[in-house]
């Protein structure tokens, strides 16, 4: 049974930075990309980051570009979403996916795996 668990979503004031965890369990991951999206209240899920299991290659919404980071530790089957420089606008729950696109998707119809979710919300 496939299993994506995010954890790490807190409250925390503007400017602060936040380390989200995806732990995936079940089946191997190696030929697939792993993605973060969030949703925040009243819209539709966004894409955030995405990158290749093996960590070669990332991509990035335009609206964090420069202060999210996303990458991997293969060893752990783990990855991971560093976010500085936090806004109000970034409050949402944040989402761990799998994509079998190995080199990545920002379209969340292509992803085949979805952890539950973490709660993120930022105080101005």
């Known amino acids: 049974q496939v299993q994506l668990v995010e954890s790490g979503g807190a409250l925390v004031q503007a400017g602060d930075s936040l380390r989200l965890s995806c732990v995936a369990s079940?089946?191997?991951?190696?030929?697939?990309?792993m993605g973060w999206f969030r949703q925040a209240p009243g819209k539709e899920r966004e894409f955030v980051a995405s990158?290749?299991?093996?960590?070669?290659?990332?991509f990035y919404a335009d609206s964090v570009k420069g202060r999210f980071a996303i990458s991997g530790d293969n060893a752990k089957n783990t990855v991971y979403l560093q976010m500085n420089s936090l806004k109000p606008e970034d409050t949402a729950v944040y989402y761990c996916?799998?994509?079998?696109?190995?080199?990545?998707?920002?379209?969340?119809?292509?992803?085949?795996?979805w952890g539950q979710g973490t709660q993120v919300t930022v105080s101005s």
């Open positions: 996916a799998a994509s079998r696109y190995s080199r990545g998707t920002i379209y969340s119809g292509q992803y085949d795996y």
């Open positions: 079940g089946r191997a991951f190696s030929d697939y990309a």
């Open positions: 990158i290749r299991w093996g960590g070669s290659s990332t």
